[in-house]
């Protein structure tokens, strides 16, 4: 049986009785993570107003289908590009080290879509959600990630329209073989490049947004009966193939639904690129343990993987004079100085982007390559912080930043973290009713609750 027959039967064949009450509980609580980010970034990303007039342009705002904190409606396919881009525009949602993937953007928001539309229980909406994670998170383990990454390719973006595809074909219910279809129409939207670093640009944020609406929409032609591409996974010119030079595609369907890479997922403390937690988990426990004075310190050295490197690292001198949001979301530089300044790195962080005080940190923080956390790579996204001040030298190796699988937040704290992005926006009574909902998602005999509660 090929890749793509084995992951089409699996995904159509997904029930929650399949699943350990671990990977539900974990499930439940990575959906209220994304809402979370979801909730905040419609009123505070500075790209949503652009992003909710085009949608508008195009004809997306006619229908039912709802927003998270959006007293409007919009078409089904709109609604998921909303909510899948307001997902990942603060940088904040859930990440899978080894597979370098931000999962639910993408595939939660397609999957509560799907329900919407066709009135999908609970319990099946979670079982489609797993079903996305897994493709997304596979696919990407297979190419592999570090490779795909050196083609200048987002693997959030390129897998992530497979996992769309995935979980929405599952909430509708499709057979293995409209499902195979699915991804073969998949296959030819599949797409997301790292160029948005070069200035900053949405397009990070947008090309989860619109894979996870690629995915909705594959998954719907197939549905009508429109014919996909066979093979498209391990095909010739199938995603593996085109999209890295040395696939593994036996990868993809290893330990299949017995190993859930759902539960190798983590969820972010601090809004920003998960290769900087490692060094803001550093600064923050130096600050507080060694009493460093910001005044007095000489040189700041972050160790990183070259994959590390790369995204929050280099160009050193753009990295030192981040002039946006997402620039500071990606520079290493900010997010420690930060760390070491406040003893913290929130949401409101970014206000301090012009700080006289941060910006005079930033410059004497630098960044290597370090033998031993290159080592860790692809496993972890470590990070080792020396932090020299006068008369002294402080260093800290993280191997695993808070927030990973080993080092999951209870549900009190994430509770805690959805509480801090929607409270300001739903108010603190309506924020509560839409965490208890999600909390209850597997036995909510209609899953678009969750949307009315949140809208």
Same mark, same amino acid.
């Given at each position: 049986?090929?890749?793509?027959?084995?992951?089409?039967?699996?995904?159509?064949?997904?029930?929650?009785?399949?699943?350990?009450?671990?990977?539900?509980?974990?499930?439940?609580?990575?959906?209220?993570?994304?809402?979370?980010?979801?909730?905040?970034?419609?009123?505070?990303?500075?790209?949503?107003?652009?992003?909710?007039?085009?949608?508008?342009?195009?004809?997306?705002?006619?229908?039912?289908?709802?927003?998270?904190?959006?007293?409007?409606?919009?078409?089904?396919?709109?609604?998921?590009?909303?909510?899948?881009?307001?997902?990942?525009?603060?940088?904040?949602?859930?990440?899978?080290?080894?597979?370098?993937?931000?999962?639910?953007?993408?595939?939660?928001?397609?999957?509560?879509?799907?329900?919407?539309?066709?009135?999908?229980?609970?319990?099946?909406?979670?079982?489609?959600?797993?079903?996305?994670?897994?493709?997304?998170?596979?696919?990407?383990?297979?190419?592999?990630?570090?490779?795909?990454?050196?083609?200048?390719?987002?693997?959030?973006?390129?897998? %992530?329209?497979? /996992?769309? &595809? #995935? =979980? !929405?074909?599952?909430?509708? $219910?499709?057979?293995? @073989? +409209?499902?195979?279809?699915?991804?073969?129409?998949?296959?030819?939207?599949?797409?997301?490049?790292?160029?948005?670093?070069?200035?900053?640009?949405?397009?990070?944020?947008?090309?989860?947004?619109?894979? %996870?609406?690629? /995915?909705? &929409? #594959? =998954? !719907?032609?197939?549905?009508? $009966?429109?014919?996909? @591409? +066979?093979?498209?996974?391990?095909?010739?010119?199938?995603?593996?193939?085109?999209?890295?030079?040395?696939?593994?595609?036996?990868?993809?369907?290893?330990?299949?639904?017995?190993?859930?890479?759902?539960?190798?997922?983590?969820?972010?403390?601090?809004?920003?690129?998960?290769?900087?937690?490692?060094?803001?988990? +550093?600064?923050?426990?130096?600050?507080?343990?060694?009493?460093?004075?910001?005044?007095?310190?000489?040189?700041?050295?972050?160790?990183?993987?070259?994959?590390?490197?790369?995204?929050?690292?280099?160009?050193?001198?753009?990295?030192?004079?981040?002039?946006?949001?997402?620039?500071?979301?990606?520079?290493?530089?900010?997010?420690?100085?930060?760390?070491?300044?406040?003893?913290?790195?929130?949401?409101?962080?970014?206000?301090?982007?012009?700080?006289?005080?941060?910006?005079?940190?930033?410059?004497?923080?630098?960044?290597?390559?370090?033998?031993?956390?290159?080592?860790?790579?692809?496993?972890?996204?470590?990070?080792?912080?020396?932090?020299?001040?006068?008369?002294?030298?402080?260093?800290?190796?993280?191997?695993?930043?808070?927030?990973?699988?080993?080092?999951?937040?209870?549900?009190?704290?994430?509770?805690?973290?959805?509480?801090?992005?929607?409270?300001?926006?739903?108010?603190?009574?309506?924020?509560?009713?839409?965490?208890?909902?999600?909390?209850?998602?597997?036995?909510?005999?209609?899953?678009?609750?969750?949307?009315?509660?949140?809208?």
């Amino acid at each position: 049986m090929t890749i793509t027959k084995q992951l089409s039967g699996f995904t159509a064949s997904l029930r929650c009785r399949d699943l350990s009450p671990d990977v539900i509980a974990r499930t439940r609580l990575l959906v209220l993570d994304l809402i979370g980010n979801v909730v905040r970034a419609r009123h505070d990303a500075e790209s949503t107003p652009s992003l909710l007039a085009a949608v508008r342009v195009m004809g997306l705002a006619n229908g039912d289908a709802r927003v998270f904190a959006d007293p409007a409606t919009y078409a089904p396919a709109g609604a998921v590009l909303i909510n899948a881009t307001l997902a990942h525009s603060l940088d904040f949602d859930d990440t899978h080290a080894a597979a370098i993937v931000h999962p639910g953007a993408p595939v939660i928001p397609a999957a509560l879509a799907a329900a919407e539309l066709v009135s999908a229980s609970g319990e099946d909406t979670l079982a489609a959600i797993v079903a996305g994670y897994e493709i997304a998170l596979r696919l990407a383990l297979a190419l592999p990630a570090g490779a795909h990454y050196d083609r200048g390719f987002h693997p959030s973006a390129t897998c %992530g329209a497979f /996992g769309a &595809a #995935a =979980a !929405t074909a599952r909430v509708f $219910g499709l057979d293995a @073989a +409209a499902t195979e279809s699915a991804f073969g129409i998949a296959l030819s939207q599949s797409a997301g490049s790292l160029q948005f670093l070069a200035n900053g640009a949405w397009t990070k944020r947008f090309q989860v947004g619109w894979a %996870g609406m690629a /995915g909705f &929409a #594959a =998954a !719907t032609l197939a549905r009508e $009966g429109f014919r996909g @591409a +066979a093979d498209p996974i391990e095909g010739r010119h199938g995603f593996l193939n085109a999209y890295a030079p040395a696939p593994e595609p036996a990868r993809a369907v290893r330990d299949l639904g017995m190993v859930w890479e759902l539960m190798r997922t983590g969820v972010k403390p601090y809004p920003s690129c998960r290769w900087g937690h490692a060094g803001i988990d +550093a600064a923050l426990a130096l600050r507080a343990e060694c009493n460093v004075d910001i005044y007095n310190i000489e040189q700041v050295t972050l160790g990183l993987s070259r994959a590390g490197m790369l995204l929050i690292g280099a160009p050193a001198d753009k990295k030192a004079d981040p002039r946006n949001i997402v620039d500071a979301q990606f520079s290493g530089p900010f997010v420690i100085a930060v760390a070491l300044a406040t003893g913290g790195m929130a949401w409101d962080s970014y206000k301090l982007l012009d700080d006289p005080t941060i910006r005079a940190l930033m410059q004497r923080i630098a960044y290597e390559n370090d033998p031993d956390i290159e080592a860790e790579f692809p496993a972890n996204m470590s990070g080792r912080l020396t932090v020299r001040v006068r008369g002294d030298v402080f260093s800290r190796k993280i191997v695993t930043p808070k927030g990973e699988p080993e080092t999951f937040p209870t549900e009190a704290e994430l509770r805690g973290k959805f509480s801090s992005l929607a409270d300001a926006v739903l108010g603190k009574p309506q924020a509560n009713k839409l965490a208890d909902a999600i909390l209850h998602l597997d036995r909510l005999a209609d899953a678009a609750a969750i949307l009315r509660e949140g809208a």
